[in-house]
């Protein structure tokens, strides 16, 4: 047990060191022998399993006693047919289903934290699971601790144990105890840190001891296989809609064969027919499609740089009206460059910082000391402000490296969004320093003297009130401003709690970090598109508003709030001001939480940005919390929606214009699906209903389902996006998803039924030589007349489905404007459904397998001109559409 060994005893026994950690070869070694750090997942199903799992239906059932009966009464190629429609929808069932749990599978692996390691005596991020026992590892607030280890330094650290002991509140570590006594519990190991529990506070070196399945979490790992609700709110609704629909359309088919039972129709075949559409015409693979098409959506929006955490989040973007967005970051480059400096009362450009004079020297070794970042030629790691700190430094030749070794750091309070402070103790020869930087603001205000020309003397107002001055001048010029501040301890016993109090303020810098160019473009898409971008800051307003002008954002310094004001305003207040404000400045993240429940409580629906350990209660309240890639902690990764691997605002736009096309599409898709089932539905059923004789044969039924249901409508699903999808308002998440389409959906399920039925008459009164109007259908048909009527009405019914799903490609838009060939998958599936159709007639054993008739060159132009009428009749109503909204605008 490393908890009962010290330090020494253990980096011995890993023949690793604090300095250097192990070297890339010991590391590779030390793999072969130990293997990934990662925990065994569970074993994924056999194809076979995942085979009958698909035939797990009751539908399904009923159809594989058909088949048999089928062949029972000598109808072979019947049952034959049968059988190759439930093995092809099966197989289409497993490539959906594997394709989705794939897509699923690389966003996990994509979204697991990396790990902060010392190899070779250099600082890197490397992914968490090629961690080896032996690697120095870096631990700070918001990391998720990547496998089992000894601790070897602590700061104040703390770290969030639940997932292993169910202790909710964080338990301070500490490298320096040595543990006694068997069998200590795990929660009492306090000189140990264990894998997948998280650092909420602080700082800590540990050497990692166990990886993998060797790990605490890993002897335990089957609690970790729980079973987690991926359906999302779509999905459950298509599933409800599906059964509604699958019962209706079974009541139907039991009417339907006891109409036919009381005509004293042929039972059996009766029956058939009956399961047959049945089959056909319950929706059962809505959810599936659904699944499908927003795994796919998901796969897209990772090649955007967005990974979507969780599914309903695909839905949900479409419906974004509000994107809260930090400023660091995400609408600026996070490039930081220090320019100018203020110290000992001279103001001058970075450059021309003078080291020989006490302040400026002074300042510049506050802000490397009072440093978590590391910078070197080839690497660099941790906050970009405070990385440019040591950039301003390495130019002036000072590194931190060094000069903490000549003032090693013995105390430290790590930097918090809420105090927007840090602090640390660093030994000064007899003496020990507090350095403190953070925001102009909150460091005045815990500052009482001041550095000034060698002296230090008491702050006055006038003092105040001039480095106020000099700070918002820097602000007005979009500088993002940074104060540093000392006192001088004559003992190492530090008092934690009276640290940042009493200080001397040594001076402050003023730091440009670029707006990202990109993002003007998203924002003024945004605003075309009715979503209203508002920018969340823990800056100072004047920087936050010099920023959010460049950008567009607002030009009214009314529209600017600031931290203070949110926490002297009521609720109700805040509730009637929000509508106005574009920029919230010195936010904390709990005034997060309040703007974002402002926003919601009038009904929008709100993304939000994050990357803190105090992000996570925002990112979890707004709609779609979205989490940054880069500089995010894995807590608030964990906690969002969305994380962006780029940090960029121009990501959530794009992402959330490829939720409203997936949506779109899904709509497409199932609506299509329906209308082609209410088509077979109306066909079928009122044949019987009118005591004709039926148009359709069983197998033709459940052919025509697996050419459309399939291919066709996956498809849609994958419909390129409408270029113009940013042109129209946020959809309401309320509406149902088949506003303006219910009556696009009947009519054209009526056309479809309507054109088969034509079709069979049309056959039927030609080959009987009966040419009368009425009867309407032709009393004693012969069976070659009624087979050569039937395939012109299964020729018709499958051609003018799949023609039909060129209609959903747009509401409004021609085919023709959108391009016929644009989707190419719709276009292959429908040219290679047309294809086998026309085997199915013309290559004679097909032909006899189908039981359909051959047919002449009349017939096929009969069939032709039916099967095209429901494009040229959406392309007319479209034509209309577009009129009268063009005649609206004017
Ligand atoms: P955003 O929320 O848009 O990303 P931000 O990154 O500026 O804004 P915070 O990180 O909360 O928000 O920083 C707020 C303020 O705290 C900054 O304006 C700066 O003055 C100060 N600050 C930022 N980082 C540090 C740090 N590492 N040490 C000390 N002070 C810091």
Redesign the pocket.
């Known amino acids: 047990m490393f908890a009962r060994k010290t330090i020494k005893e253990v980096l011995k026994e890993f023949n690793s060191n604090l300095e250097m950690g192990l070297s890339q070869k010991e590391s590779e070694i030390q793999r072969e022998k130990f293997g990934f750090n990662q925990l065994e997942t569970k074993k994924p199903k056999s194809l076979l399993s995942m085979f009958f799992a698909q035939l797990n239906d009751i539908l399904i059932y009923i159809l594989i006693a058909a088949a048999v009966i089928s062949a029972l009464l000598g109808e072979t190629s019947d049952a034959v047919i049968i059988a190759i429609v439930i093995v092809i929808n099966a197989t289409v069932g497993i490539i959906q289903e594997s394709k989705a749990e794939k897509a699923l599978d690389a966003l996990k692996k994509l979204s697991t934290p990396n790990a902060v390691v010392k190899r070779g005596g250099e600082v890197k991020e490397i992914p968490s699971r090629e961690v080896v026992p032996g690697d120095i590892i870096i631990i700070d607030a918001g990391r998720y601790v990547p496998c089992d280890l000894r601790l070897l330094e602590t700061a104040n650290l703390k770290i969030q144990e639940s997932t292993l002991t169910g202790e909710s509140v964080p338990v301070d570590k500490d490298a320096t105890l040595v543990l006694t006594g068997d069998d200590i519990p795990l929660g009492d190991q306090k000189n140990m840190l264990f894998m997948s529990t998280l650092a909420t506070y602080g700082r800590g070196i540990g050497i990692a001891v166990s990886t993998g399945m060797n790990t605490e979490i890993g002897k335990i790992a089957k609690m970790l296989d729980e079973k987690v609700d991926t359906e999302t709110p779509l999905q459950k609704k298509l599933a409800q809609l599906g059964k509604f629909l699958g019962i209706g359309a079974l009541f139907i088919c039991a009417l339907m064969f006891v109409v036919g039972v009381l005509q004293k129709r042929d039972l059996f075949e009766m029956l058939l027919t009956s399961i047959s559409l049945a089959v056909a015409a319950i929706p059962e693979g809505l959810p599936a499609i659904v699944t499908i098409v927003l795994a796919m959506g998901v796969q897209k929006m990772i090649k955007k740089n967005a990974i979507v955490r969780k599914l309903p989040a695909v839905e949900t973007l479409g419906s974004v009206n509000i994107i809260c967005s930090?400023?660091?970051?995400t609408l600026t480059q996070n490039k930081m460059t220090i320019t100018k400096f203020y110290a000992g009362d001279s103001l001058g450009n970075i450059e021309t910082l003078n080291l020989n004079d006490k302040e400026q020297k002074l300042l510049l070794e506050n802000l490397i000391l009072c440093n978590d970042s590391t910078y070197s030629e080839n690497s660099k790691t941790g906050?970009p402000?405070?990385i440019a700190l040591l950039v301003a430094g390495a130019q002036s030749d000072i590194f931190k490296d060094d000069l903490e070794k000549k003032h090693p750091r013995i105390d430290e309070i790590p930097?918090e969004?809420d105090r927007?402070?840090?602090t640390t103790v660093n030994k000064y020869d007899d003496e020990y320093y507090v350095m403190t930087?953070?925001?102009i603001d909150n460091l005045l205000n815990i500052c009482t003297k001041a550095y000034i020309k060698g002296n230090i003397v008491p702050i006055t107002p006038e003092i105040k009130k001039d480095i106020i001055a000099i700070s918002n001048n820097m602000s007005d010029d979009a500088l993002?401003?940074?104060g540093a501040a000392y006192k001088i301890l004559k003992t190492n016993h530090v008092d934690i709690d009276s640290l940042e109090s009493d200080l001397i303020l040594i001076g402050l810098v003023g730091m440009i970090d670029p707006p990202r160019l990109e993002v003007r473009d998203s924002i003024a898409i945004c605003h075309a598109s009715g979503i209203k971008t508002v920018m969340?800051?823990?800056?100072?307003q004047n920087t936050a508003f010099a920023i959010a002008k460049e950008l567009n954002i607002t030009n009214d310094s009314k529209a600017v709030m600031s931290g203070t004001e949110l926490d002297r305003i009521s609720d109700e207040e805040l509730n009637n001001r929000i509508d106005n404000i574009r920029v919230f400045a010195r936010v904390s993240p709990e005034h997060k939480v309040k703007i974002i429940k402002a926003f919601k409580s009038k009904g929008n629906i709100v993304s939000m940005t994050g990357d803190g350990v105090n992000d996570a209660p925002s990112l979890k309240i707004a709609n779609i919390g979205v989490a940054m890639g880069i500089t995010g902690t894995d807590v608030a990764k964990g906690a969002a929606d969305m994380v962006l691997m780029d940090d960029n605002f121009s990501t959530i736009v794009a992402a959330i214009k490829e939720g409203r096309n997936i949506f779109r599409n899904i709509k497409k898709t199932v609506i299509f699906l329906i209308s082609c089932n209410v088509g077979e539905i109306i066909a079928l059923f009122f044949a019987i209903l009118l005591g004709w004789a039926s148009p359709l044969r069983p197998i033709h039924i459940l052919w025509v389902n697996l050419i459309t249901d399939t291919l066709p409508a996956l498809a849609l699903g994958i419909d390129p996006g409408d270029p113009d999808v940013m042109k129209y308002k946020p959809r309401n998440p309320k509406d149902s998803l088949f506003k303006n389409g219910i009556l696009s959906l009947a009519l054209n399920g009526l056309l479809i039924g309507i054109l088969t039925l034509a079709a069979f008459i049309i056959g039927a009164k030609y080959y009987s030589g009966d040419l009368n109007l009425f009867p309407l259908f032709p009393k004693g048909l012969k069976p070659d007349a009624l087979e050569h009527a039937q395939t012109m009405a299964f020729v018709v019914l499958s051609c003018s489905q799949l023609i039909h799903s060129l209609n959903m490609r747009n509401e409004k838009k021609s085919i023709f404007q959108i391009g016929l060939f644009s989707n190419k998958y719709l276009i292959g599936s429908i040219i290679l459904g047309l294809m086998l159709q026309i085997f199915i007639i013309t290559i004679p054993p097909l032909a006899s397998a189908f039981s359909v008739h051959a047919l002449s060159m009349n017939d096929w132009g009969f069939v032709t001109i039916l099967s095209l009428m429901p494009l040229i009749l959406n392309e007319i109503v479209k034509m209309f559409k577009r009129l009268s909204s063009k005649t609206l605008k004017n």
């Open positions: 930090d400023k660091t970051g906050d402000t405070e930097f969004s927007k402070l840090m930087k953070g925001a993002r401003v940074l969340i800051t823990g800056d100072h």
